[in-house]
């Protein structure tokens, strides 16, 4: 499962990028939840959470099912 969150992160990552930030994946559960970090500007972005939940989450559970929630770590 590991490789198809990197593989969807990696779609990601060049939207980020363009603004000068990054997703960093931190830990899989064994129940389903992936933790990411934010890094650069999007780590202190006001907009991280929307970021977050419209982007990243959005992703990850669309590509792929077993995801069952993100959670952002410091």
Request: charged share 25%; net charge neutral.
């Amino acid at each position: 499962m590991r490789d198809k969150v990197e593989k969807a992160l990696n779609k990601i990552r060049p939207s980020l990028q363009a603004d000068g930030g990054n997703v960093e994946l931190v830990d899989i559960t064994p129940d389903g939840v992936v933790k990411v970090r934010l890094t650069g500007a999007c780590g202190s972005c006001p907009m991280a959470t929307m970021t977050l939940q419209n982007g990243v989450v959005r992703i990850l559970k669309q590509e792929v099912p077993e995801v069952k929630s993100v959670e952002a770590v410091d």
